[in-house]
């Protein structure tokens, strides 16, 4: 044999065994190494598998073939460790400092919950890859990891939310602490091949001046991730990141103008700065950023007009500066993007900004436009009719503008991907013919203060089959609701039609969704309650012309716990008693009855409600002593049981377990006693309302305890609660779930969520409450309106009464005050009401253009002078003569108090046997009684006075 055919045979052998390595490599691929496979299973000896994941790690097998593990071909070595969301527990073993050759390491989205990250993963040289994101560790990042020269990406992202759902109010109450604080970084300086680095949610606040100075950040990096780290500046060392794609910084605290060595980062495709406090205008140099993808700046201070050159951005394809304080016109915007980038731009937000100007007609060049989200700004004029030639939009949000004219079918003409469409608070009028069927199927449908033409329920809705919001309040819809509405509706989870002019009876809401929420509230319904489904969550019907009784709406099928927790049946002509009913009703959090015909007790039941927070009971008939088995609702925030019959004393146990009460209302009731003491520990209470009982005594010396009035803690009880949906839009008049009612200046104001927050007011007007008016009140700084009118305080009006200085409103009229008005009075200058009338207060009325802008009426029955009133102080050497027209004024209402008794109580003598009939009515029962209490408190006075 010659040596060409020895050569031939040579190759061809070689070939042959090249093919098999290629094609049967998976048999001959080396087995794993047994201190390998050793290691692994220590690792997972110190591991808690409840899901069982690793249940093909046992034995002597070839570990390789484990779950998650990929060996080289080759050696046998194990380099891969694929363990993300497993999940395990447990501990991390240091057995894994064995698999040298590991490059790959993947833990993220487990539970080590408790664990501080491992120092000795510094040790693992080969690692390239090491992701330990969002598996619960805690405690400070080991600065070993320095050590991991050849690392590429390093995940150690901590936060346990998806960022998509950022709380932007969680977010200012600190950062997560995922992580402990770090007070520096520079182990990072070392990892010279680092392209990708995700520290987001770990604790960076001690760090933040370093990383401000430092340029020592890894240059090669692409991707830099460290949002909701406390940062309060941004890190200097990016400057120098001349590779950088990916920036994302939102959640922090950073407030500075966005720097210009920004703009020239120019391989940029993302930048999220979102959650922030940058301000400032936004520089023209954004046209640099021409290879900008996504391009996030929501929830910053930023202001001024988006400049011409965002027309640069031809890549662009999202864009987000919603809430912010940009302004100029929205058609200037969308005809920059007409340069290059209107046929890539696929969402587009600009909500809660200063925005005017007409939207432009020549939208349909935004072809791939998905999301237009322009809702609160104040774009006027009409939708154009370009809108139905965005044939990709699934999110149209133009709510809370100016807009104005017709919208009709022509609108909607291509919208076939329409899911989501909110447009309330704007002008707007919507004509359809009977039988138009849409192109799209909509999840959600917001058209609040809209006008429907013709003006009943559109037909059209029973084609949306896929509907779960619907949202149609204050759209003047009258007549009846037909069948085929009350079939449809059962599928929403989210149902608005209150202030309409509907009427006729409501049917049994039995709907097919789970824990719908329904507002049928301010329109003209009838007839009994409907029973309603045990699933539904939320029920609005005040405001209507329900009557009957609340028997079968709470008793029927009472066996069933139910899962509603807001109830508002107030307003409507309800009567009976309260049934005993609610042991099933356990999730009530919100009960108002308020303003109906009801009579009887609180029913014991009540008392299981440990979740309930708000009880209206206002304006009823109710009647008994305040029942002790509310005390076990101890999450009361409001109370308010004004305007009926209870008797009997102020129970000590509202202000020892009532603990979290913000308003405590039992105004024109019958309840005498003192005001008990223990109301004092109410420390978050903002609004107190005894007015109008018959309560005695003095006022308690402790109100400085009331916190929430003497501090600017921002203490709030009253949560701002849009339902279910609030994450999904922004619906233009958001419900509120919660209100009361606060008499001030006079008159009964209705207070919602967010006023609640605000207001304070102590009101203990017509009792018969006597002695000094405590100096403690005036430690009560926040308190905005004070009436103490129509009592028996005497004394002098508390010199410090001017610290107080919120104060709006402030009634003593009708009283036995001395002395002179309090100098330190001149300083309320926010005081827009004033009553001191019907005392006995003298000398001169203190001079500041705050007091006598007041009417005379805010002064007599006094001996006062100086403007506003008519005496002058010099002429009157030191004496006012006594006012004739005094209605009330302690001793001067009488001048002879025996005279008027015997008199008075001849004159009800004689008058009983024609009265006495009437007042075997109930009403007419309580006017006298009232009447009655007023006489033996002048009476009691006058007594006083005399003895």
Known sequence: MNMGSTVVRFLSIATLFTICLLLCNANLSAPCKQNEREALLMFKHDLVDLSNRLSSW?????????????????????????????????????????LTHLTYLDLSNNDFEGMQIPSFLGSLKSLRY????????????????????SLQVLDLHGCQQVQDSYDYDDHLEGTPDSLSEVESLQWISGLSQLQHLDMSCANLSKASDWLRVTNTLPSLVESFHMSACGLYHIPGGIANMTNLKFLDLQGNYISSTIPKWLYRLSHLQSLILSYNFFHGEISSSLGNLTSIVNLELRYNQVAGNIPNSLGNLCKLTTLDMSTNNLNGSVSEIFESFSRCSSGQIESLSLSWNNLSGHLTDKLDHFEKLRVLDLAHNSISGPLPPSFGNLSCLEVLRIGDNNLTGVVSQLHFTNL????????????LTLETTPHWLPPFQLSALVLNSWHLEPSELPMWLQSQTQLELLSMPNTRISGTILTWFWNFSSQLRYIDLSENKLYGEVPHIFPSSQFPEIFLGSNQFNGSLPLVSSTVEKLDLSNSSFSGTLFHFFCNNNSEPKALSILHLDNNLLSGKIPDCFRNWKNLVVVNLESNNLIGNIPRSLGYLLSLKYLHLRNNHLHGEL??????????????????????????????????????SLRSNQLHGHIPYKLCNLTYLQILDLAHNNL??????????????????????????????????????EKQIENAILVSKGREVKYGNILLRLATSLDLSDNIISGEIPEQ???????????????????????????????????????????????????????????LSY?????????????QSFDQSSFIGNKLCGPPLEVNCSNTNGTVPPVADQKHGGSYLLEDGWFYLSLGLGFLFGFWSVLGSLLLNLPWRIVFSRFQNSIVKKLYGVIVEHF
């Open 58 to 98: 046992v034995g002597k097998g070839d570990c390789c073939n484990w779950t998650g593990v990929v060996c080289d071909n080759l050696t046998g070595h194990v380099r891969e460790l694929h363990l993300a969301e497993m999940p395990f527990s447990g501990k991390i073993n240091p057995s894994l400092l064995n």
């Open 130 to 149: 090491l992701n330990l994101s969002n598996s619960m560790f805690v405690g400070l990042i080991p600065h070993q990891l320095g050590n991991l020269t």
């Open 416 to 427: 076939t991907r329409l899911v989501e469409f909110e447009a309330s608070g704007n002008s």
């Open 627 to 664: 029942p002790p088995y509310l005390k076990k609702c101890t999450d009361l925030t409001i109370l308010d049981l004004s305007y009926n019959n209870f008797l009997g004393k102020i129970p000590m146990w509202i202000g020892t377990s009532l603990s979290n009460l913000a308003v405590l």
């Open 696 to 733: 005695s005594g003095r006022m308690p010396r402790c109100l400085y305890k009331f916190t929430a009035m003497a501090s600017n803690s921002e203490i709030s009880r009253f949560p701002f609660d849009s339902g279910s949906y609030g994450f999904l839009i922004n619906i233009g008049e």
């Open 777 to 835: 009140l005036t430690s009560l700084i926040y308190l905005q309106s004070v009436n103490l009118s129509n009592n028996l305080l005497s004394g002098r009006i508390p010199p410090k009464i001017g610290d107080m200085r919120w104060l709006e409103s402030l009634d003593l009229s009708m009283n036995q005050l001395c002395g002179q008005i309090a100098p330190s009075m001149s300083s309320l200058t926010f005081l827009s009401a004033l009553n």
């Open 839 to 851: 005392n006995n207060l003298t000398g001169e009325i203190p001079k500041s253009t705050q007091f």
